[in-house]
């Protein structure tokens, strides 16, 4: 069974600097990789994902995140925050071969605070 | 394009009576995906609908049910309430084509907030 932890319940971090969402899964067979972003009262949007082919993987909103099968992890980043990325945001894998959404396994989210 | 939209935004009920939720998917999109997402749990799988069918359900009580209509959307009925249903609930819908396994964006509405008291 997959399982996905992201380590971090809350990260604070001063506006304009770099930060580092960390997400790993556990899984014995090849996943896809996803991460979302959780505006307060509202619902979740896809920033980005990975599915195949290039490990570094690039979103919206200047975000990206690196597979890494080794280390079984999809840590997301970005360079220079701002106070607008305050939301919560939740790390999720799938089996390609589950056929779909259903089985999307998330994590119980990191919520990022944006100090000016 | 409208997203996906549920309604109600917020519902309060008490324990024992039943709740139900409702969702319209974006245009053209025929799976919708019904989560749970618990004050510390993070979000919980709880049904897909394709096509008007079940096609998978998640590790809930059968007192979680639901449907999906002719135009797609769907409804999450939550029978014999308990204080633990109290969630966020949130429907999410794609679109199945070729690339079916993950390939697909799933969109997801802004919830409902169910309490429970």
């Known amino acids: 069974a997959q399982s996905v932890t992201q380590l971090d319940s809350q990260v604070p971090v001063f506006e304009e600097a770099p930060v580092e969402l960390r997400c790993n899964y556990s899984s014995s067979v090849s996943v896809y990789l996803f991460w979302y972003v959780q505006y307060p009262n509202q619902g979740l949007q896809l920033l980005l994902k990975?599915?195949?082919?290039?490990?570094l993987v690039k979103g919206i909103n200047g975000f990206e995140a690196e597979f890494n099968k080794s280390q079984t992890s999809f840590h997301l980043r970005k360079p220079s925050v701002h106070i607008s990325d305050t939301a919560e945001y939740f790390c999720?894998?799938?089996?390609?071969?589950?056929?779909?959404?259903?089985?999307?396994?998330f994590g119980t989210g990191t919520k990022l605070q944006v100090i000016p | 394009e409208a997203g996906v939209t549920q309604s109600p935004t917020h519902l309060i009920k008490t324990r024992g009576q039943q709740a139900t939720l409702r969702c319209s998917p974006i245009?053209?999109?025929?799976?919708v995906y019904w989560y749970q997402q618990a004050l510390g749990l993070g979000l919980q799988f709880l049904l897909w609908?394709?096509?008007?069918?079940?096609?998978n359900r998640g590790n809930f009580p059968p007192r979680f049910s639901g449907r999906q209509f002719p135009n797609y959307s769907s409804e999450l009925n939550v029978n014999a309430l308990e204080l633990e249903d109290s969630a966020l609930y949130l429907c999410?819908?794609?679109?199945?084509?070729?690339?079916?396994?993950?390939?697909?964006?799933?969109?997801f509405g802004e919830g409902s907030w169910l309490t429970v008291v």
């Open positions: 999720a894998v799938s089996d390609p071969n589950s056929g779909g959404y259903q089985k999307v396994t």
């Open positions: 609908y394709d096509e008007g069918e079940e096609r």
């Open positions: 999410a819908s794609s679109r199945i084509g070729l690339d079916r396994a993950g390939g697909n964006t799933i969109y």
């Open positions: 990975y599915l195949s082919g290039s490990t």
């Open positions: 245009s053209g999109h025929t799976s």
